[in-house]
């Protein structure tokens, strides 16, 4: 390797540099290049010894469309999926290309919306196209959204994860589960209650799951905000992305007015869900990250209205 005029390494070619590192050049090829000729091992027919409840992709990231009824009312996020399907004892194994290979179909303007309506569609035909009665598909997505600072009025964006989980069944139908995971502030009770000044506080995170009544229509409800607003509504106070002075002052004074533990939490957003005619059943954990200890504080509640 010899140095250049300027002092630069004269570098061998990209190629050279390959062959250095080990490349070799291609053997000599006898297998079919065309699919029609090629095994096709997945498709095998023998008796396979076991039904398979699912097969197919996780951790598939897609740009998504997600529609609100707050300010971005239209956005894009990033979806991470998984899609699957049952597979029957007497085939080897199932079409992987197929998932991405839809999936890819179904983006309009470069996004897959993630609207119940399309998912729905879209399990639906996964199903026919996998020549299976079933598809399964899940996705996880940040949702933004924009929040004002309580004095000010000054805007930014605050984001919760949202969540669906589409089952379809050709006999049984839909099984839909929707979720978020919305960050709030709470501050101790108990703090509030022994000390003579301050009370501890923490940031907390609100995971709801929610199974919709068949009542639920997306185009009246946005249920990413419902939910939202069932964290945030009984926190001790609202996470803001700018907050001035006055607006500090404020949501520290109701922070203090409106003390809550990790129980109190899980209780009240248990009310308002209850409350809500669209919501069947709901599942609702809170996490406190506490800021005087290392560990967390966690609660959950779990509650089914067709068993009253
Ligand atoms: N079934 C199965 N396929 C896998 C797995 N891992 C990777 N694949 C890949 O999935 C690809 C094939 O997908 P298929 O959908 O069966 O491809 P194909 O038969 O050409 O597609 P169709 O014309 O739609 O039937 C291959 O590249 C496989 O190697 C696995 O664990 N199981």
Request: some cysteine.
């Amino acid at each position: 390797m010899g140095i250049n005029t300027n002092g630069k390494k004269q570098l061998p070619n990209k190629q050279e540099r390959h062959k250095l590192f080990g490349s070799v050049e291609p053997g000599k090829k006898t297998k079919p290049t065309d699919k029609e000729a090629m095994a096709d091992l997945q498709n095998s027919q023998n008796n396979y010894l076991f039904d398979l409840d699912a097969v197919g992709i996780s951790n598939v990231k897609y740009p998504v469309k997600v529609s609100s009824q707050l300010q971005p009312t239209t956005q894009s996020s990033i979806g991470e999926f998984s899609f699957s399907s049952s597979v029957a004892k007497d085939s080897k194994g199932t079409n992987m290309s197929r998932f991405t290979e839809q999936l890819h179909a179904y983006l309009i303007d470069g996004n897959f919306d993630v609207s119940l309506s399309n998912l729905k569609e879209f399990t639906k035909e996964l199903a026919a196209r996998l020549k299976r009665n079933d598809a399964f598909l899940e996705v996880t997505f940040p949702w933004f959204f924009e929040r004002k600072g309580p004095a000010s009025d000054l805007s930014g964006f605050n984001h919760a994860d949202a969540y669906i989980r589409i089952n379809y069944d050709k006999e049984l139908g839909y099984d839909i589960i929707t979720g978020i995971t919305g960050t709030i502030t709470t501050l101790c009770p108990c703090s509030k209650e022994i000390s003579e000044y301050s009370a501890h506080n923490q940031r907390g995170k609100v995971s709801m799951e929610i199974g919709l009544a068949d009542s639920f229509d997306e185009n009246k409800i946005d249920w990413k905000q419902a939910l939202l607003e069932a964290a945030e509504s009984n926190a001790s106070a609202r996470i803001h992305p700018v907050l001035k002075r006055p607006d500090e002052k404020m949501v520290t004074e109701q922070a203090y007015e409106n003390p809550r533990f990790v129980e109190d939490m899980v209780r009240l957003v248990a009310a308002d869900l209850y409350e809500m005619e669209f919501v069947q059943a709901f599942h609702v954990v809170c996490q406190n990250e506490e800021s005087i200890h290392l560990h967390d504080a966690i609660a959950s509640i779990t509650y089914d209205k067709s068993e009253e």
